[in-house]
């Protein structure tokens, strides 16, 4: 398979951590269900490829999302590759933790918004209200040992309210950050950011204490910007990005969302820029492709698409 020519990109750190969100924010938003066994089989191989940190699956209320209704039989299925601190699983409410925990699960991901209009949408709450449903998910989370990220949505612009401004973005992040969660994700929900706004959010984070090595940028791939935005971010010192193999994704609450950067086409640009990610390029497309295969439909990815031929 063709790979990149490597030459090394002044300014970028010498390792990035991919995490991998295909089967969680690649899945939920698929019109067809996909059976459980597959989903297990695509975290299988995904970890196979060498990517270590892999999000597996939701325990949000299976009524909002019947494509990940079947989390705990995932789980299930892959036995202790699902579980540990690498593999987190989402979790609005204290209801979706106790079903975690049942599962065995080593990690999870609370996910806010900074809009209240999407907060209202994608939770049922406000904003406020939202953090306050967090707290003791945190609380309990932490007190049994697991590793917790917090998420926050339309972090560079909100399909009902439009431009978000940076301090409302801050103030949730600030509110997720004091709750004594290990990781924050910048999510680009509907994709819409540019370069300068991510060197933007970022140096305010930095200002308020949130600094890049707590941080992961998570965009969605609407607009074409995901890897120009993903660089900008690198260089100013974030080294955790999110990615979904073949470029799947989307949120059933945000219409406007399409999927999120391709995994693939990450792993060109930082292969050809020197950058250290321990994931096997050609292994993911594989992947891909044969997801694509049990999907009926081709790979969003450019790079899937050039390699394979169409
Ligand atoms: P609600 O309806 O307000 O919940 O939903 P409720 O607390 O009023 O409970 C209603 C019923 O649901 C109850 O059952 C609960 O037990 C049950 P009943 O008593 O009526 O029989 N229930 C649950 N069942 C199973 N698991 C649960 C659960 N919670 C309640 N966890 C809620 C509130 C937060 C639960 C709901 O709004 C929800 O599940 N939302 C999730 C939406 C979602 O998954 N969106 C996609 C993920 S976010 C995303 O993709 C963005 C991201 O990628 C970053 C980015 O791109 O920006 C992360
Ligand atoms: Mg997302």
């Known amino acids: 398979m063709r790979m990149p020519q490597v030459e090394r990109l002044p300014g970028l750190p010498e390792r990035v951590t991919i995490y991998e969100v295909g089967a969680r924010d690649g899945l939920q938003n698929e019109k067809a269900i996909v059976p459980a066994e597959v989903k297990a089989e695509l975290v299988r191989r995904l970890a196979a490829a060498g990517l270590d940190m892999i999000e597996t699956t939701s325990f949000v209320n299976p009524t909002w999302v019947p494509q990940l209704a079947d989390a705990a039989e995932v789980l299930d299925l892959l036995g202790d590759l699902g579980r540990g601190a690498n593999r987190p699983v989402l979790v609005p409410n204290e209801r979706g933790l106790d079903r975690a925990l049942e599962a065995g699960v080593g990690a999870i991901a609370v996910f ?34 697991l590793w917790v990220r917090g998420y926050v949505s339309m972090c560079f612009g909100d399909p009902w309210e439009g431009d978000v401004p940076i ?49 992961g ?39 406007s969302a399409t999927g999120n950067l391709a995994t693939e086409d990450l792993l060109w640009a930082l292969e050809g820029a020197g950058v250290q990610t321990g994931v096997d390029l050609e292994a993911v497309v594989e992947t891909s492709r044969w997801l694509a295969g049990r999907m009926g439909r081709p790979s969003p990815s450019r ?4 390699l394979t031929g169409g």
């Open 112 to 145: 806010g918004s900074a809009t209240e209009t999407f907060a209202r949408r994608n939770l049922n709450r406000s904003v406020a209200e939202s953090i306050e449903m967090f707290r003791p998910v945190v609380d309990r989370a932490r007190a049994e040992g």
């Open 167 to 215: 301090g409302q973005v801050v103030d949730v992040c600030r509110s997720l950050t004091d709750l004594g969660i290990d990781q924050l994700s910048l999510g680009d929900t509907i994709g819409v950011a540019t370069s300068g706004q991510v060197v933007s959010l970022l140096g305010a984070l930095d200002r308020v204490g949130i600094g890049p090595d707590q941080i």
């Open 217 to 255: 940028v998570h965009f969605h791939d609407t607009y074409g910007q995901a890897l120009a935005n993903t660089l900008v971010a690198l260089r100013e010192g974030v080294t955790v990005v999110d990615a979904s193999a073949g470029g799947l994704g989307g949120c059933p609450y945000a219409k």
């Open 303 to 306: 790079v899937v698409k050039a």
